[in-house]
């Protein structure tokens, strides 16, 4: 039997304790590591993604560009196979368009089940 995780802690898409999604770059909303959320996270920054190249030029050309270093806000700019936490409404948008990143269940907040489905994201997922 699986022990499900305490139901105080931040759970992942499988219902289990969430897991970091990067340090290096450090990612999440609250910039943890991890893919946590709160009632501040409007974008629902709730999806862990590794990137792609092709992922990066679409989020450019749709007006959110990651891959520029922005130092002054703390922002080194992502490369292909970096991990993120990405709006979950971002990643839709990617995987409607063809060019949705790889997607780390175990790493992906359970709130991303509020924009996403569980069987578009499997499609994608690097940890099953």
Known sequence: MIARAD???????????????????MTGFLRDGC?????QDHGSHTVCVEMTAEFLEFSKLAGNDLSTPMPEYGFPGLEPGDRWCLCAARWQEAYENNAAPRVVLESTHQRALEI?????????????
Do not use: M
């Open 35 to 39: 893919c946590n959320t709160n009632d």
């Open 7 to 25: 139901p105080n802690e931040s759970l992942n898409v499988l219902g289990e304790a969430l897991q970091t999604c990067s340090t290096n770059p």
């Open 116 to 128: 996403v489905s569980l069987e578009a994201i499997r499609e994608f997922a690097v940890d099953q």
